[in-house]
């Protein structure tokens, strides 16, 4: 079948997505007339959302806000690489413009990404992607190899890969100028449970560089 924006005979494609759409508008102005209209002013989101692509995953949902509560940034396997332009941007925008007072950087247990990293199958470009995840594992190998359960060892390798980003995250020049102005502004750990539902607070909260220090 045709994969273009027309199918045979000019009827429209996936037109079950764009039911869906009508009717969550519908909803949103039955339970708020204004709502769209506020939309349409600036955002002020409080939050930046670092997180996995991973489509069970959704970040607004997860921590109920609405649109525009949240500025989201995904990509595989939650990171924040300090060589990547994307995610830098997206920083950038969210501290020095949007003024967001949490940074949330949350990964998932059952991460595919997370399992791909250390399983030693290579896959292509992503390979290259993951690499600081096999970091990660090399460096708390001790840890790891002594929980024997693989589902347990990954889930913990999941969390210490959310340490490693939050402290990217805590360590790059934008965050640490924001602090430097007096800016209010806090990185924070997260893992989600796919099983629950529930968010893990890691304890990972970095306010300033004394924080960041401790962190290690």
């Known amino acids: 079948m045709p ?5 045979p005979y000019g009827r429209p494609m996936l037109d079950d997505l ?5 009717a969550w508008a519908e909803d949103k102005v039955a339970a708020d007339p204004g709502f769209f209209k506020r939309l349409v002013g600036q955002q002020a989101p409080q ?3 670092i997180g996995c692509s991973d489509s069970r995953v959704p970040a607004n949902e997860i921590v109920g806000l609405d649109p525009g509560e949240m500025f989201v940034h995904r ?4 990171l924040a690489p300090p060589q990547d332009a994307n995610y830098l941007s997206v920083l950038q925008f969210a501290v020095d413009v949007l003024k967001v007072k949490h940074i949330l950087v949350v990964g998932h247990y059952g991460c595919g990404g997370i399992r791909a990293a250390v399983d030693g199958e290579r896959l292509g470009l992503i390979d290259h ?9 090399h460096e708390h190998r001790h840890e790891l190899e002594a929980i024997g359960e693989e589902k347990a060892r990954l889930e913990r390798l999941c ?6 980003q939050v402290r990217n995250v805590a360590s790059d020049v934008f965050v640490q100028d924001a602090w430097a102005r007096g800016q209010e502004l806090c990185v ?8 629950t539902g529930i968010v893990n607070d890691l ?4 306010g300033g560089l004394e924080e960041l220090n401790k962190l290690g």
Not at 3 to 7: H, K, V
């Open 47 to 49: 939050y930046l959302w």
């Open 188 to 195: 924070h750990g997260w893992v989600y449970s796919l099983e």
């Open 129 to 137: 992607w993951l690499h600081p995840i096999r970091e990660v594992n």
């Open 203 to 206: 304890g990972v909260t970095v």
């Open 18 to 22: 764009k039911a869906n759409n009508r």
């Open 3 to 7: 994969c273009g924006g027309w199918a």
């Open 75 to 78: 990509n595989v396997a939650n």
């Open 159 to 164: 969390e210490l890969n959310v340490i490693r």
